[in-house]
């Protein structure tokens, strides 16, 4: 059992209070039952086991309005993705390649470097983590076809050679191939399959970690049997295709989280206690720039429909708070 086991036990319910009203709690239950534990340990553990200067492939973000636009995109996701990359870099020196939609790279670049990191070609990055200059991170866009995403998901893992997949509120297929919504709405024009690639590297035994807070994220598939009765539209007919908006693309850990942020933003916390460097924390001051660089670059508050920096709903204030909640925990527990 881990020495931090009584401040990963706070780490873990903290993120998993209810506040948006979301049915997150029994896919909490039913994901802890699965790992016999914290999950942000179990991720945390995952994440850290990743050999020193090893690859990672990441992926986030979510074209929110897809019917409207394909620059769409919404703000919970890209500031936690963020923020676990960061910690992977000061802890294991990873080369992480981030994978999103052609269309949300720009806005997902500003997140990145506003968390201070330095987005460059896959060369330069390898380059950094093996000396340890400087923190860096890749973009590359995914294809938005079924066929081409599948082809992708082949040649990106026998390109890169992950030696581990991480997911934050991404969207996956339900059981029909199609992309819902929280609302039960089709949401997959313009959208990246990138839940192929992590159901290739589950596939090939390459360890996936995954975070979700709606039932309908990559992950979401180890759960799926309580999605459909705990999540609003995730049952047999609450769709027009026949089935519910839950995702079948399962993971090793599936972290759930009233917001996925709050996942990551509590397996970062968790890691800094393994490694005993505070520096992995995400902060307060962190999260709130990130709050702003999200709102500046048009992604959006995707529960309102409106570009702000409040998140699924929940204001900037309790975002931050959170965070501190989650730094105060690792501070007492290093002290």
Request: net charge negative; glycine share 12%; with cysteine.
């Amino acid at each position: 059992m881990s020495d931090f086991v009584k401040y990963d036990e706070q780490l873990d319910r903290l993120v998993n209070l209810d506040i948006g009203n979301r049915g997150i709690e029994p896919l909490y239950d039913a994901s802890r039952a699965l790992v016999g534990g914290p999950l942000v340990a179990a991720a945390a553990d995952r994440l850290l086991a990743i050999p020193q200067g090893g690859s990672v492939i990441v992926t986030t973000g979510s074209v929110s309005r897809a019917w409207l636009s394909p620059e769409l995109g919404e703000n919970d996701g890209p500031s936690g993705a963020a923020a676990v990359v960061r910690a992977l870099w000061l802890a294991r020196r990873a080369t992480t390649v981030v994978v999103i939609e052609e269309t949300l790279i720009a806005a997902m670049a500003a997140v990145l470097r506003a968390c201070g990191l330095a987005v460059v070609d896959h060369a330069t990055a390898r380059e950094a983590s093996a000396d340890g200059s400087m923190a860096c991170v890749v973009l590359e866009s995914y294809p938005v076809e079924d066929v081409a995403g599948q082809a992708a998901a082949r040649d990106m893992l026998k390109r890169l050679k992950p030696d581990l997949l991480f997911s934050t509120e991404r969207v996956g297929r339900n059981e029909n191939g199609i992309y819902y919504n929280m609302r039960g709405r089709d949401y997959g024009m313009g959208r990246a399959r990138i839940d192929m690639l992590f159901d290739e590297g589950l596939a090939r035994g390459i360890p996936v970690v995954a975070v979700g807070d709606g039932g309908n994220e990559i992950g979401m598939g180890v759960v799926a049997d309580v999605v459909k009765t705990a999540i609003p539209y995730g049952g047999p007919g609450d769709c027009p295709c026949g089935g519910g908006i839950g995702a079948v693309s399962g993971a090793d850990v599936l972290v759930t989280a009233a917001v996925s942020n709050w996942g990551c933003s509590a397996i970062c916390a968790a890691m800094a206690l393994r490694v005993g460097d505070a520096r992995l924390v995400h902060t307060p001051a962190m999260e709130a720039r990130l709050l702003e660089v999200m709102t500046a670059n048009g992604l959006i508050n995707s529960a309102d429909g409106i570009i702000d920096p409040h998140v699924d709903g929940i204001r900037d204030t309790t975002h931050i708070a959170l965070a501190e909640m989650a730094e105060a925990v690792v501070r007492k527990a290093l002290a």
